[in-house]
């Protein structure tokens, strides 16, 4: 059977239980056609680039999937009549990775960072410039003499 990492959608104004319901529906599927499910993240409610069906935001899950091509095919068909899914991408695998995606690891790096100082935007540290000089008026600029 072939290995598939799958990512999808779901609306913003689903809750968490929900979403949850989804992906065992969609676990079913690939079960009931000999296949199965692995890993699944949920990612959580992210804002999207731009407006999908509407939607600023979205819920993203992520499964890793060993099932024959028809099991994914099945899913992928109930995804796209869905109205709670708004997209969907599924990659082939050559193997699934071993603990956390790279996303999960954004997140563990995120509140790891309880210790380091706030940085605003005027706190930069630009360092030692050097000397530059007397300021020279440009030429060809109106109001330079």
């Known amino acids: 059977m072939a290995l598939y990492e799958h990512v999808f959608l ?52 992520l499964m890793d999937l060993t099932c024959p091509p028809e099991a994914l095919n099945e899913m992928e068909r109930q995804m796209g ?13 050559e193997a699934h990775e071993e603990g956390a995606s790279a996303m999960m690891q954004k997140r563990e790096e995120r509140s790891d960072r309880g210790d380091r100082p706030g940085r605003g935007f005027g706190d930069r540290d630009r360092g030692d410039r050097g000397d530059r000089g007397p300021r020279r008026p440009r030429e060809g600029v109106e109001g330079a003499e």
Request: charged share 25%; proline share 0%; net charge positive.
């Open 81 to 93: 009549l869905s109205e709670d899914v708004l997209r969907f991408l599924t990659v082939k695998v």
């Open 10 to 61: 779901a609306r913003q104004d689903l809750s968490q239980q929900q979403v949850d319901a989804l992906v065992e529906q969609y676990k079913g599927v690939i079960t009931s056609h000999g296949g199965s499910v692995g890993r699944v993240e949920n990612w959580g409610l992210k804002s999207l680039t731009y407006r999908v069906k509407k939607n600023r935001k979205a819920y993203y899950t």
